[in-house]
């Protein structure tokens, strides 16, 4: 029986997964030089995000929560003036309507791999 509750309180004390601010941007964007800031070519299929490097180091392996429940990873590669702190994230995509209507979402993530710090 003491198990049983130990088990139980064990389960119902979980941490919530963290959310992130996350919103989106191109390659084409004023400013963009379509090379991340580690040289990556900055291309939608790659799944690269810009995030704040004092909190994620180039290469982090971050998963993603969409809100249709589907999961992706994706890698830091980028940083970016307006992403600053641990819950923040802008994620490349393929045009600019689509970062318009992405516009700023909140989904929960969880560091896959760290990269170098």
């Avoid at 180091?57 to 990873?73: H, I, K, Q, S, Y």
């Amino acid at each position: 029986m003491t198990i049983l509750m130990v088990m139980a309180f064990a389960v119902g004390t979980a941490s919530a997964a963290p959310t992130a601010k996350v919103t989106a941007y191109t390659a084409t964007c004023p400013g963009c030089s379509g090379v991340t800031r580690d040289g990556t070519p900055a291309e939608s299929h790659r799944r690269i995000l810009a995030a704040d490097p004092r909190h994620y180091p180039m290469g982090t392996r971050v998963e993603l929560t969409f809100p249709d429940g589907d999961v992706a990873v994706y890698t830091v590669h980028d940083t970016g003036a307006s992403v600053r702190g641990p819950n923040r994230f802008d994620m490349l995509v393929r045009t600019d309507r689509f970062a318009r209507e992405w516009g700023v979402q909140h989904l929960t993530f969880r560091v896959v791999e760290w990269g170098d710090r």
